[in-house]
């Protein structure tokens, strides 16, 4: 998962656009409206456990996010400046903080799943053209022009073979692919001490082919110290 799925439709004011459609692509989040002409420059600042990063909010593993705090207008403002312009999300990751004193916490959590079109576009079947019932070919004429039809209208349906037979490009150039993410945790608090350590992996084809899709393997370590 991704921690805008988190956040999608909870927040007011919040604009979620997605990039090129390929998975895990970056998409463009907007808190208070487009606020320059650049390209990018619109982004909320993104704070991870009280840091700035550059990173994309869509590298994080929703599994591994205690909480996520939006703030907008001049609430962000005051505790980061100008670089608040256009928000802030911030980003507290999980740690061992909340568990029974000398507690180990393993968790693990697994899912697969597959992605495909649940219903494609009607398209047109038919042209104004006629074809060769013995070859598929478009009848042309003696002066070099595409014969169409009597009527009007786009009737005459594509043949089912030769060069001009009707293809579905959606069906063509779309196929199934399998989704599989994983995630384990490990936490502990023992006295003055509490971490929180978790890995994940998650791999999604996407329904383009000749694509990479989304390979993501996130590792992170959370450690408090009491003095």
């Keep these: 998962g991704d921690a805008l799925s988190a956040l999608t ?35 909320p600042l993104i704070i991870v456990d009280g840091v700035i990063t550059t990173e994309s909010i869509s590298d994080f593993d929703v599994n591994s996010i205690q909480s996520i705090e939006v703030l907008k207008g001049a609430a962000g403002a005051s505790f980061y400046g100008s670089n608040a312009a256009n928000g802030v999300i911030s980003i507290t990751t999980k740690s061992g903080r909340d568990l029974a004193e000398n507690h180990v916490s393993v968790t693990a959590h697994g899912e697969y799943g597959s992605n495909s079109i649940a219903h494609y576009p ?3 079947h038919g042209t104004r053209n006629t074809f060769d019932p013995t070859t598929g070919a478009i009848i042309i004429d003696a002066a070099g022009n595409a014969v169409t039809g009597t009527s009007a209208f786009d009737d005459n349906p594509f043949p089912t073979f030769g060069p001009n037979a009707y293809r579905d490009q959606m069906k063509l150039w779309t196929n199934n692919n399998n989704f599989y993410n994983s995630d384990v945790s490990l936490g502990l608090r023992r006295g003055n001490t509490n971490f929180n350590t978790s890995f994940s992996s998650d791999h999604n084809g996407g329904i383009v082919p000749y694509r990479n899709g989304q390979f993501r393997q996130n590792v992170r370590l959370n450690t408090d110290q009491g003095i």
Aim: aromatic letters at 2%.
């Design 122 to 124: 009607s398209f047109n």
């Design 9 to 43: 439709g909870k927040v007011a004011g919040l604009l979620v656009s997605p990039g090129t459609g390929s998975p895990g692509d970056d998409p463009a989040i907007r808190l208070r409206g487009s606020t320059c002409l650049q390209v990018g420059c619109s982004s």
